[in-house]
């Protein structure tokens, strides 16, 4: 099996299987109880905010553990409009975020936020110059993503930071999701106030983030209840899955610092491949995330290929897997201007750590296949 | 140290180790994204639907009705502040019980900030809302009744049918928090006539971070978090299929004597305790109560030492609810039961049975505790 899917999710470890399992045994008590069972559960949190903190380079009391890439997106959104809201209404983000930012953002609108949503331009990176105008008095919130989930574009947080690092009203949010294990992001270099992680896409357990949220910020809360994690995420915590996240987030770390070529590597390789195949355009431009790899090949269904692909047991995506099924152009490769026969035609390759040059090499030869084969179809 | 002894199920469980088996499981074997398109997904798809169908089984409730959220807590705010946003051409009056979980009271101070008009119900001295009252208190512009099913600091089981019955007729949607009933007591929600109802799996043996909320199709709920078209855009994100395996597993679980079980713990308990002469009052009323809770107060006493020394003992007990995160104030149950300076408030705690327990254990922990109240007369 070939799993060139990890954009969409990944594989848990070993290491994060058997953590989930140990807390599970271990550790049932419920953080917030005052006798030992309670006691012992919540220094283990402590511990886990910590190491999760280090891991980050931030403080152990800016980590907000949550259920996913999706609610971390939208307690930083909604969490600083609705807490700031006195001090502006108007939010900034790009025309190629995730669905978690974008509609959070727009959610935004019924409550009387003025919304500006950047585009991208061709190149899939947003100009910074774009941020700087579009910036206002009334400002309260910056979010950008880190890696585009369908192009693996990387958008240029550093020079945002920047821009927004002397606007103490403006907080700027980055959705880390796609990049965290793999392209290095200082939080503290960027000024970034807020980041979210999905342990899904790092080999954790499906249901388990974090968010990152610069102390001082307040963050007006999702959920009402417990007032656990400082009030700022009632609910108890799946304290199994989020020891289990700090491992993940552990062993990507690690990853990253023995392997800094691996991707660069298979992305190479495979461009390489690629770009001598008739019938396939690249649409990843070069020195973008190399994890992720985005082509068309106009005319032909990106589902037939997927499945010709699945065939053989090697496992792609047409698009990002939340957006599956509605629509039939990607709004991503829209939003930079491509032609409808690319925008209907894309497969996206993402690459794990586990993955190898030599199931590059065994991917391309299938996929020269596959397209011979459907040309022979289509006569 | 002696072995310790956990009594406080109503906070939380240790998960069955069936459970644990489930959720490793699927970790190893099917990690697939539900809304891929490939065979990893479908399989992940096929098992995402399987265990709704069991879940939405368990309450005698159709598939499609069933929407998963990452726990009791979040449904509870999707309940109550989705269902009000959503109905608020309707009318701007909701009703809600003095005794609910912070979930469901904080959701509805929510909605008083942003101009909703909140009832909050009296209970009797034994925790119980009447349904007459919640019939004084009904208002055409009523969109939403949320009562509890059963109560988690003393047990008492609200009469929710009869609530039901009464709501049928009227616009105002009935939610319940049914976290601490599942698997305790029968739930059907045509019987019961509710539109709406929270479920957590960390109160089950299940894992923690998961749940569901049943919403009936007729509801109309805004949605709490926005994003992907998961859960027919009720409630977007990656679905937590490890987790929610761990959930149907725990339910599959279920044993329809439980509640028995539990009962006979509770009596064995209260005699053991009456043989070795501790002082104590029930705090609520045994017949009408889940037999998993029974909630003590010991003349004289105070809760914090008492907790402090219990715990030194290996007795884990709490104070009321495990959720004022780490704070012993004093429980908004019992201030609703009682008058403001009944002694009753000062020492009371809540012991709960379950699936870390066995009899011996039971007799172990009467002693102890007796040890305890002795020590500190
Ligand atoms: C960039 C990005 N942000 C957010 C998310 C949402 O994360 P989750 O699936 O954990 O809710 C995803 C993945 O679905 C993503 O790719
Ligand atoms: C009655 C009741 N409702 C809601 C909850 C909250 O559930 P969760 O801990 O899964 O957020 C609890 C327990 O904490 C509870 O006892």
């Known amino acids: ?40 559960a919540e220094k283990l949190l402590r511990k886990s905010s910590q190491q999760a ?29 609705l807490a700031y809201q006195n001090r502006g209404k108007h939010v900034i983000t790009t025309a190629i975020e995730h669905p978690s930012v974008l509609e959070s953002v727009r959610s935004l609108e019924a409550l009387g936020f003025e919304v500006t949503v950047l585009p991208v331009g061709e190149s899939g990176v947003l100009d910074v110059d774009a941020v700087s105008d579009a910036l206002r008095e009334d400002t309260i919130l910056v979010s950008v993503m880190h890696v585009n989930n369908e192009l693996g574009t990387i958008q240029p947080i550093k020079a945002i930071g920047q821009l927004l690092k002397n606007r103490a009203h403006t907080f700027f949010h980055v959705d880390m999701v796609q990049s965290f294990g793999k392209i290095d992001l200082s939080l503290n270099d960027c000024s970034v106030d807020l980041a979210t992680i999905s342990g899904h896409k790092i080999h954790g357990i499906k249901g388990t983030g974090l968010l990152f949220a610069r102390k001082g910020i307040r963050l007006f809360p999702l959920f009402h209840g417990g007032g656990q994690q400082n009030d700022r995420r009632s609910g108890t915590e799946n304290l199994g899955g989020i020891v289990s996240l700090v491992k993940a987030m552990r062993v990507m770390t690690e990853q990253k610092m023995h392997h800094p070529d691996h991707f660069r590597n298979l992305n190479h390789l495979m461009r390489i491949e690629l770009e001598s195949m008739d019938h ?55 939003a930079i201007g491509l032609p409808r026969n690319r925008t209907t035609s894309s497969i996206r390759v993402s690459f794990s750590y586990q993955n190898t040059e030599g199931e590059v090499e065994l991917f391309t030869r299938a996929l020269k296949k596959v397209i011979q084969e459907l040309n022979k179809v289509m006569g | ?101 912070h ?125 992907g078209s998961q859960e027919r855009l009720k409630r977007p994100g990656t679905e937590a299929l490890p987790l929610i395996k761990g959930m149907e597993k725990a339910v599959s679980l279920f044993k329809n004597d439980l509640a028995k079980e539990y009962e006979a713990y509770r009596t064995l308990f209260l005699d053991q305790l009456n043989t070795l002469g501790v002082k104590y009052s029930i705090n609520g009323n045994l017949e009408n109560a889940s037999p998993a809770i029974v909630n003590l107060s010991f003349d004289g006493m105070n809760v914090e030492s008492l907790l402090m020394n219990f715990d030194l003992e290996g007795i884990a007990a709490s104070s009321g609810s495990a959720c004022t995160a780490g704070s012993i104030e004093s429980s908004h149950v019992l201030s609703a039961m009682y008058e403001q300076n009944d002694e009753r408030l000062n020492s009371a705690i809540r012991f709960s049975f379950g699936l870390a327990n066995n009899e011996g254990q039971i007799k172990e922990a009467a002693k102890r505790i007796a040890n305890v109240i002795s020590r500190l007369q």
């Open chain 1, 53 to 81: 903190g280090q891991l980050l380079g931030v403080g152990e009391d800016e980590i907000i553990f949550t259920s996913g890439g999706t609610e971390g997106n939208n307690l930083a959104i909604k969490g600083v409009a």
């Open chain 2, 103 to 227: 979930a469901v009271l904080h959701a509805a101070e929510y909605l008083e900030t942003i101009g909703f008009d909140v009832t909050y119900l009296p209970v009797d001295e034994n925790g119980i809302v009447d349904v007459s009252t919640v019939a004084s208190h009904l208002r055409d512009d009523t969109i939403l009744v949320s009562v509890m099913m059963v109560n988690n600091e003393v047990g008492a089981i609200q009469p929710i049918r009869e609530i039901g019955q009464l709501l049928n007729e009227h616009q105002a949607y009935f939610h319940t928090d049914a976290v601490q009933a599942y698997g305790l007591l029968p739930i059907d929600v045509t019987d019961l006539m509710v539109d709406l109802l929270t479920v957590s799996a960390h109160k089950i043996n299940g894992p923690k971070g998961v749940g569901f909320l049943y919403s009936q199709p007729a509801v109309s709920v805004q949605p709490h978090l926005f994003g």
């Open chain 2, 1 to 101: 140290m002696k072995e310790p002894i956990y009594l406080d199920h109503a906070a939380t469980t240790p998960m069955h180790e069936e459970v644990i088996d489930a959720v490793s499981t699927c970790m190893r074997e099917t990690f697939g994204n539900p809304s891929s398109i490939h065979q990893y997904g479908r399989q992940s798809r096929r098992l995402l639907d399987e265990a709704r169908r069991t879940l939405a089984n368990s309450i005698h409730a159709k598939e499609k009705d069933v929407y998963f959220t990452s726990g009791g807590t979040e449904a509870d705010n999707l309940a109550v502040i989705g269902t009000a946003l959503a109905n608020r051409d309707k009318g701007n009056h909701i009703i809600t019980s003095k005794v609910e979980h």
């Open chain 1, 280 to 334: 396939v355009i690249i649409n990843t431009m070069n020195d973008q995330a190399d994890h992720i790899l985005n082509f068309s090949i106009p005319h032909f269904k990106p589902e037939v290929v997927l499945h010709a692909l699945e065939k053989r047991n090697i496992f792609v995506s047409t698009k990002s897997a939340c957006a599956s099924k509605k629509e039939e152009e990607s709004p991503v490769l829209k």
């Open chain 1, 1 to 40: 099996m070939i799993y060139f899917d990890n954009s969409s999710t990944t594989k848990p470890l070993q290491e994060v299987a058997e953590s989930f399992q140990t807390v599970s045994e271990q550790y049932y008590g419920n953080t917030s109880s005052a006798h030992q069972f309670g006691l012992d």
